[in-house]
């Protein structure tokens, strides 16, 4: 992430993992303002002609199998995703790859699976919880940074630690697909959802939550796909863009060849930004049980004396309230836990956490 999006000293914002200053430095001095995205527009042509070139390349290779084939015996999904690869990181882990083509290429997916949980055995359909990443980071960092595998409320659940992106925004890009860019979405909710479906125990009771990127992910998938799931979180969620487009482009822009690729131009295309924003969905969650938290971005009980104030988990505090206002005003029910001196890190997410898995198993019966 840029120095000048979030303030120096904050490796690991947006979930990213610690060390990663290397990025940081890559991505200094990048600043975007509507010059620049109008300059891009000049250009997409030649990069959508790129584009179309590779997505030919990479629908060839999947249609032939490149070389990786489907594990014999293992699901598919109606478009034709395939489980290429499965390894077990640990007693209770498991790695899926996914041969995608809504991502163009293979994506990972983590399980966290239920105890007495079998791979290629199972009959038992089983609650399930999505978890979402943070931009920049990786789908196996829940397990990398947290306790979540220990969780004793965790062990009659199967829990879905997809890949999103270092910015994919879980949303499938302008245009959708490979040609578009990924389709994240897609690879979630139609793909990844089938393949657990129909062979890795998973059942009709779902939630979702996530931190940051992945607060806005769970709240979007929620609004967007009303009935699916019966619960969301979002934890220092990202969870009104149009509140701050210029911050959102700078952070497209830190990965992408074109910061108009992932939602397009907020003015002219500003129908694809709202359908991307919970807070302009909100009135979609009603019936969903819904868990809001952030902190004011001010040292908070994990940080040590004189850390200087995390600009990014402003940001994140400034779009939650927004969004808990909305709910406020259309009279849907939610449980907000904005705790005040807090950072945008890892020990308040992985408390949040545990402070909403009440919310957030209670409508998948689990506890009872």
Not at 37 to 49: E, F, N, P, T
Not at 288 to 309: I, K, W, Y
Request: net charge positive.
């Amino acid at each position: 992430m840029c120095d000048q999006v979030l303030g120096r000293g904050n490796e690991r914002s947006l979930g990213r993992a610690p060390g990663d200053a290397g990025r940081t430095g890559r991505c200094a001095n990048i600043t975007v303002h509507m010059a620049v995205v109008r300059g891009a527009r000049a250009a997409r042509w030649r990069r959508a002609v790129v584009a179309a070139l590779l997505a030919l390349v990479a629908a060839a290779l999947l249609a032939c199998g490149s070389s990786e084939r489907p594990l014999p015996g293992r699901p598919r999904a109606d478009d034709g995703a395939a489980v290429v690869a499965e390894r077990r990181i640990a007693p209770r882990i498991v790695d899926l790859s996914v041969r995608s083509p809504a991502l163009g290429t293979t994506g990972k997916v983590r399980l966290l699976t239920p105890v007495g949980w079998a791979s290629g055995r199972e009959r038992r359909q089983w609650p399930v919880l999505y978890l979402l990443h943070g931009c920049c980071d990786t789908y196996d960092s829940w397990t990398r940074e947290t306790e979540v595998e220990d969780l004793p409320r965790l062990r009659d659940v199967l829990v879905v630690m997809p890949e999103a992106g270092a910015v994919g925004f879980y949303s499938n890009w302008r245009g959708g697909g490979r040609a578009g860019g990924p389709a994240w979405e897609t690879f979630h909710l139609g793909e990844v959802r089938q393949i657990l479906d129909r062979g890795y125990g998973a059942g009709r009771r779902h939630a979702v939550a996530g931190l940051s990127m992945g607060g806005l992910g769970a709240m979007g998938y929620a609004a967007r796909h009303p009935g699916l799931f019966r619960a969301a979180a979002s934890y220092s969620g990202l969870l009104h863009p149009l509140k701050d487009v210029r911050f959102h482009l700078d952070l497209f822009s830190a990965h992408t060849n074109d910061p108009l690729d992932v939602w397009g131009d907020p003015v002219s295309e500003r129908r694809v930004w709202v359908v991307h924003d919970p807070t302009e969905l909100a009135g979609r969650l009603r019936g969903t049980a819904l868990f809001v938290s952030a902190g004011n971005g001010r040292p908070g009980p994990f940080e040590q004396p004189g850390r200087p104030d995390d600009r990014l988990e402003a940001t994140v505090h400034r779009e939650g309230r927004a969004f808990a206002e909305r709910l406020r005003r259309l009279h849907i029910p939610f449980e907000a836990d904005f705790y005040g001196p807090g950072v945008h890190d890892w020990p308040y997410w992985e408390r949040e956490l545990e402070r909403s898995l009440p919310l957030l198993l209670g409508p998948l019966g689990v506890g009872r």
